[in-house]
């Protein structure tokens, strides 16, 4: 069966540090993947998204970036912290078939940005 | 461009009650559509799906219909029970196998 890793599950960062959150899945090859972040009390934000190695799409302008090294790893980046990245990052994986492309989302990982 | 409303929350609830949850959606052509439920702290499960008009999506009491004239996949259980206090998200598949994901409805479920 597939499963879905997220590390570290809390993270609490000085403002203009460096980020690094992983994510990492099982049990299936060549998924789509995708960082989300939720702030307090919002819904879902797409971050960025990747058909493949080397392939990420960004969804929205900020300090962050991703990269995806291996099949099933995708790694989301800051080389400088801001307050506003205080959030809920969630990593999550599809097989990308048209009509059955529901996600799997890992556990998370709490960001505070102090 | 495709979008999702949810109705805004929080919803409170007594136990054993009826829910409902509105969902409408905006896209083009006939997108699958998903109700997700998030536990406090955890990430988004799958609760739910529908693939084409008409299709009712159910899971642990949950029931939605895919209602292609309405544009709606509203979220529906007869009794609602203290552990199913979470968020629920409805979602539907936009092109380049994304999601598109509603703001999110809390449901908090009194014993």
């Known amino acids: 069966s597939q499963t879905i890793h997220q590390w570290p599950a809390t993270l609490v960062q000085p403002v203009g540090s460096p980020l690094s959150l992983e994510c990492t899945v099982e049990g299936t090859s060549n998924p789509n993947l995708y960082w989300y972040r939720q702030a307090a009390g919002r819904g879902l934000q797409l971050l960025f998204y990747?058909?493949?190695?080397?392939?990420i799409s960004s969804e929205v302008p900020q300090n962050l970036s991703a990269s995806r090294p291996q099949d099933r790893q995708f790694i989301l980046s800051s080389k400088k912290l801001l307050l506003s990245d205080s959030g809920f990052y969630l990593c999550?994986?599809?097989?990308?078939?048209?009509?059955?492309?529901?996600?799997?989302f890992g556990p998370g990982t709490r960001l505070t940005v102090l | 461009g495709d979008s999702v409303t949810q109705m805004e929350g929080p919803v409170t609830l007594s136990e054993e009650a009826f829910l409902t949850i509105n969902c409408t959606y905006t896209?083009?052509?006939?997108?699958?559509l998903f109700w997700y439920v998030q536990y406090p702290g955890e990430g988004l499960q799958l609760l739910l799906k529908?693939?084409?008009?008409?299709d009712k999506g159910s899971n642990k009491g949950f029931e939605a219909t895919y209602r292609k004239e309405t544009t709606s996949f509203h979220l529906e259980k007869g009794s609602v029970q203290v552990s199913d206090s979470a968020v629920y998200f409805c979602a539907l598949e936009t092109s380049g196998s994304r999601l598109t994901f509603g703001e999110g409805t809390q449901l908090t479920v009194n014993p």
């Open positions: 529908a693939t084409k008009a008409d």
């Open positions: 896209a083009t052509g006939y997108p699958s």
């Open positions: 999550a994986w599809s097989v990308g078939l048209a009509g059955h492309n529901e996600q799997f």
């Open positions: 990747s058909v493949g190695i080397g392939q």
